[in-house]
């Protein structure tokens, strides 16, 4: 079956412009999870929702990020003003709901940020 | 958040198994052991669970100590394939959704031909 997609794969923009990156999670799964992934180092998390509901921010380094997910499924991650330090992957992940904590979390290839 | 500790790097020979340690000294006793590995050039990968009992499936199993303050992920027979970033995570169990990875540097495996 399908797993989860990202786009685009590859993102070049100049500093100071917004974008927009996108997260095709798997059907029927209701946890979203976007992470931030330096060159280097693990992903580190930024943002959670439950279906539409965003639950959790509190990795969110500015509020120039912000997270959408209007009916549920696919998400959106926005980035305005960039700036050179925001180059990174930036990962999405599904799970179904994690009662327990413990359903694995499905990756996608993320999408390659770079701020010129 | 109880921390993990892992080596930065390891070698191995193909088709020769693979012990990567991880230690986790302060975990709690409702703490899952995670492990996850990450292809170059890809998001990262679920490989396997456990809590007390030691975990087999398909990709790897998982040897958990008897105080569970370490574990070990054990790939039978390396293939060039299994090269990656392997990350040890520990999950609280949790009654709500929202239980986010908290991942660290990992151990980079490298396989020989």
């Known amino acids: 079956g399908a797993g989860v997609s990202q786009s685009p794969r590859y993102k070049v923009a100049k500093r100071g412009q917004d974008v927009a990156l996108r997260c095709d999670p798997i059907?029927?799964?209701?946890?979203l999870f976007w992470y931030q992934q330096a060159l280097g180092q693990g992903p580190e998390f930024l943002t959670y929702?439950?279906?539409?509901?965003?639950?959790?921010k509190s990795g969110l380094p500015s509020d120039r990020f912000f997270a959408e997910r209007p009916e549920g499924s696919v998400s959106t991650l926005k980035i305005q003003r960039t700036q050179q330090e925001d180059s990174a992957v930036y990962l999405c992940?599904?799970?179904?709901?994690?009662?327990?904590?413990?359903?694995?979390?499905?990756f996608g290839d993320g999408t390659r940020l770079s701020i010129l | 958040d109880a921390k993990t500790t892992q080596p930065n790097s390891m070698e191995s020979n193909e088709e020769e198994p693979v012990h990567l340690p991880c230690n986790h000294s302060?975990?709690?006793?409702?703490?899952?052991i995670h492990w996850y590995r990450q292809l170059p050039s890809q998001g990262p990968e679920y490989v396997i669970h456990?809590?007390?009992s030691n975990v087999n499936n398909r990709m790897a199993s998982l040897a958990i100590a008897e105080d569970r303050k370490s574990s070990t992920l054990i790939l039978h027979r390396a293939t060039l394939r299994d090269a990656a970033v392997y990350y040890c995570?520990?999950?609280?169990?949790?009654?709500?959704?929202?239980?986010?990875?908290?991942f660290g540097g990992g151990t980079r495996l490298m396989v020989k031909p």
């Open positions: 302060t975990i709690s006793g409702t703490d899952y």
């Open positions: 456990g809590l007390t």
């Open positions: 929702f439950q279906n539409e509901a965003q639950l959790d």
């Open positions: 992940a599904s799970s179904l709901v994690t009662r327990g904590g413990n359903q694995p979390q499905h």
């Open positions: 059907s029927g799964h209701v946890s």
């Open positions: 995570i520990l999950r609280g169990s949790l009654n709500n959704a929202g239980n986010m990875l908290t």
